[in-house]
């Protein structure tokens, strides 16, 4: 409530003690404390917390200069792998073996089996059992080479330049088949130390070679 001077009517401050206009000293009219309203205080409402601000996800942050350390796998992992390995080596091995192995079995015209390897080579006719002649007064050389082309030197009226064989017999032909449209096919023994072979027919000897050294 404002206040004036009781001298001069003059407006005072809230706190003047004096008048600013004639000087008149203002009386107090302060109400005594017991006459005084009380107000009873107020209780403080609780303060709900705000809720909380999610947060973005975070990347863990890499010093700068520093390299992530590899993980060594251990020792343990490096011997499972290299049983593996020696497990798919070793079947590999006796799968390409026994297949080397059935091949050889199901041809038997093939140069590594032990009979076309025995015969390959220079043989010269030791006797023709047909005309009765030896090597002196034949004279005849017979090649057998790896590829089944036969050489005969000198070369006989019927063309023979070529053989197969087998574990039980041989035969021999032309090429063209023009002497021989069917091969002559002869059993045959080795000799000792297979040196000598000597070719059959229902047993009876036709010829017989012995190994040019």
Same mark, same amino acid.
């Given at each position: 409530m404002a206040k004036y001077c009781t001298n001069c009517g003059k407006k005072l401050t809230a706190r003047a003690a004096f008048c600013q206009n004639c000087g008149t000293k203002v009386e107090s009219s302060e109400i005594p404390v017991s006459q005084q309203e009380t107000i009873p205080p107020q209780p403080l409402q609780q303060q709900q917390a705000p809720p909380?601000?999610?947060?973005?996800?975070?990347q863990p942050v890499q010093p700068i200069g520093q390299q992530p350390i590899p993980i060594k796998p251990s020792k343990k992992t490096n011997k499972k792998i290299i049983g593996i390995l020696g497990v798919i080596i070793i079947i590999s @091995?006796? @799968?390409? @073996?026994?297949?080397? +192995?059935?091949? +050889?079995? *199901?041809?038997?015209?093939?140069?590594?089996d032990t009979y076309k390897t025995d015969i390959v080579g220079p043989w010269i006719m030791s006797y023709d059992y047909i005309q009765d002649k030896g090597a002196d007064e034949l004279g005849i050389t017979w090649v057998f080479n790896s590829d089944g082309s036969l050489e005969i030197d000198p070369p006989i009226e019927d063309g023979i330049n070529q053989y197969t064989i087998t574990s039980e017999q041989i035969c021999l032909s032309d090429e063209l088949?023009?002497?021989?449209?069917?091969?002559?096919?002869? *059993?045959?023994?080795?000799?000792?130390?297979?040196?000598?072979?000597? +070719?059959?027919?229902n047993g009876n000897p036709i010829w017989s070679f012995q190994r040019i050294v």
């Open positions: 909380p601000i999610p947060q973005p996800d975070q @091995v006796v @799968v390409i @073996v026994s297949v080397y +192995l059935f091949v +050889l079995k *199901e041809d038997d015209t093939t140069p590594t088949g023009v002497y021989y449209p069917v091969p002559l096919c002869y *059993e045959y023994n080795f000799g000792s130390s297979k040196k000598t072979i000597t +070719l059959t027919d």
